[in-house]
């Protein structure tokens, strides 16, 4: 039996939010003063992934006194077609200001699957996870956790830590559904929807993976599946947002996975970032 059909208590905490009638829920021991904040991937929700794996590791060590943490964002579940990094990262934010209000010392921010964009290690950004790893990128989970980054831009309350794991490029996996020439159609459909000022509107059916049953927008999917780059303010670098092609012109990141490193990261955390 998996683990997600497995019975297990949060506590549930209703929170101010851009995301209507939005709820945090609280995995472990509500008195803990610190919070190991999950944001997961492409489709993905709270409960959609199993965490028993984070949630032993915590209980196992209750000298770290965090508890796990998922909250439902605008781009959670089939709501990411509509969605974007910027929601992710009000979002984002509004759960941290609840979790200061609260009276938590430590956040670390913990983004999984699409979403991965590794940094070089540079002050004053602190990562949690050392082994290098191809740079692959999507737009969800852990590329939110570095547009979380950018306070300059979204005047983000600060955290204690992030860690990014388990990547994704969202261009790359298209091509397992999808031709070169199909993709390269659909894309031309998004970026002539977008030069028409009709960015949020769905793409026709036709045009996007079938493994997509609900509504993407133009802007959505083109921001998925083109490549291109950006500028991120904090680490001064020019960064392609997709696929393991930008390896060329990247420096990979180093992250930690070992069990044991994580504890003794969480542990070490003293300055927010």
């Known amino acids: 039996m998996s683990s997600l059909a497995t019975p297990f208590q949060v506590t549930v905490h209703p929170f101010p939010s851009p995301t209507p009638s939005s709820c945090a829920y609280e995995r472990g021991t509500p008195s803990a003063q610190n919070a190991l904040v999950f944001i997961s991937g492409l489709t993905s929700g709270p409960h959609t992934t199993d965490l028993t794996f984070l949630a032993n590791m915590l209980k196992q060590s209750p000298e770290l006194d965090y508890s796990l943490w998922e909250f439902r964002m605008r781009s959670s579940y089939t709501g990411f077609g509509y969605s974007s990094l910027a929601n992710d990262v009000e979002d984002t934010a509004a759960l941290v200001t609840y979790l200061r209000g609260i009276g938590k010392k430590k956040i670390v921010l ?14 004053p950004l602190s990562f949690s996870l050392t082994v290098d790893v191809p740079l692959s990128l999507t737009r969800t989970g852990c590329q939110a956790c570095l547009e979380y980054t950018n306070r300059d831009k ?7 830590g992030y860690i990014l794991t388990s990547p994704v490029s969202d261009r790359e996996s298209a091509f397992l559904f999808m031709s070169p020439e199909e993709l390269e159609r659909s894309l031309r459909v998004a970026k002539g929807r977008i030069e028409k000022g009709q960015e949020h509107e769905a793409m026709p059916r036709e045009f996007v ?17 083109a490549k291109g780059s950006v500028t991120h303010p904090v680490a001064g670098l020019s960064c392609r947002y997709t696929d393991t092609d930008a390896a060329a012109t990247m420096t990979t990141s180093r992250l930690t996975y070992p069990t044991r490193r994580l504890r003794l990261r969480l542990a070490g955390l003293t300055s927010p970032c």
Do not use: E, K, N
């Open 110 to 123: 913990i983004g999984s699957s699409s979403g991965m964009f590794p940094l070089p290690p540079s002050p």
């Open 154 to 160: 979204y005047q983000t309350p600060p955290v204690d």
């Open 209 to 225: 993976p079938f493994v997509f049953t609900t509504p993407v927008t133009a802007y959505r999917w083109h921001s998925l599946a």
